[in-house]
């Protein structure tokens, strides 16, 4: 069944004296492909900024700004209306001896290399391929999201932008970052090309009609097992219409909502509000 969703998500910084310029980067448009249509995409800027919008190397939708009159707060609003369309799998799962095949490694070797945010130990390589066992890669895969999921619990707080999935593993719990990242580099680790999704979640998928959350921007994987699978490590699901892909690559890294470099003082405040509406 198909969803369509409105959200609003804005970021805002303060600063303790004036900022003279600043060259930034937002990734909070979501995209249009096979699982979604966004029907309406705006980010506003304040204040005013030369802008230009462009896809970067992993397909995302960049908005690239600069600000070069003094100021001492920067907001970043997007708005956005999306309808998303669950999409079968149609394409014939793989077996092992494709991933093993060097012109498939060579196709996806940035989606099988650990990066230093998903690179695991052989400990976890090692308990991972047991539970793999002798599971095709389709069903190795969901099998391994599975079990990390249930290895590492949610907690809030407990972890940052900068936890690589080691520290994740070694204290099982983080946010959805981290269960993204250490998803990832295990599958990796298997021989499973994997990439990091950035989007965002209605959290009830009884939603009605109307139905407004408070949350934020939320992280999952896709794997590639022939065809490109989505799955939800930290509420242990497959992806739905109720998740909206904005951004997707290696890592967080990649696909940060924000990032940027200014010329000023130290900035005094960082305010994140995401709300998620389902309009039908």
Request: some cysteine.
């Amino acid at each position: 069944m198909a969803w369509r969703l409105r959200v609003r998500h804005l970021t805002g910084f303060r600063y303790a004296d004036d900022v003279l310029s600043s060259y930034n980067e937002a990734r909070m448009t979501p995209l249009t492909d096979a699982s979604q249509t966004a029907l309406d995409t705006r980010v506003r800027i304040t204040p005013r900024a030369t802008v230009s919008r462009y896809r970067d190397y992993w397909g995302s939708a960049v908005t690239a700004f600069d600000v070069h009159v003094p100021h001492t707060e920067l907001t970043i609003e997007a708005h956005s209306v999306v309808e998303t369309h669950p999409v079968p799998q149609v394409l014939a799962a793989v077996g092992w001896d494709v991933l093993r095949d060097m012109r498939v490694r060579e196709t996806h070797v940035e989606y099988l290399t650990p990066t230093p945010y998903t690179a695991v130990d052989i400990e976890v390589c090692t308990a991972a391929r047991e539970v793999a066992g002798d599971l095709p890669p389709r069903a190795a895969a969901r099998e391994v999201a599975d079990w990390l999921s249930s290895q590492v619990s949610y907690v809030s707080g407990a972890t940052g932008v900068h936890t690589k999935a080691m520290e994740v593993w070694t204290q099982r719990k983080g946010v959805c970052q981290d269960l993204a990242h250490l998803t990832v580099g295990v599958l990796r680790s298997l021989g499973i090309p994997a990439r990091y999704v950035s989007g965002y979640l209605h959290p009830d998928p009884a939603a009605e009609i109307g139905s407004t959350v408070t949350g934020e921007s939320h992280a999952w994987v896709q794997w590639w097992d022939g065809d490109w699978t989505s799955g939800d490590p930290t509420n242990g699901k497959p992806v739905g219409p109720e998740h909206v892909v904005v951004a997707r690559g290696r890592d967080y890294w990649d696909v940060p909502p924000h990032k940027g470099v200014y010329s000023g003082p130290v900035g005094t405040a960082l305010g994140v509000v995401v709300e998620v509406t389902r309009l039908a």
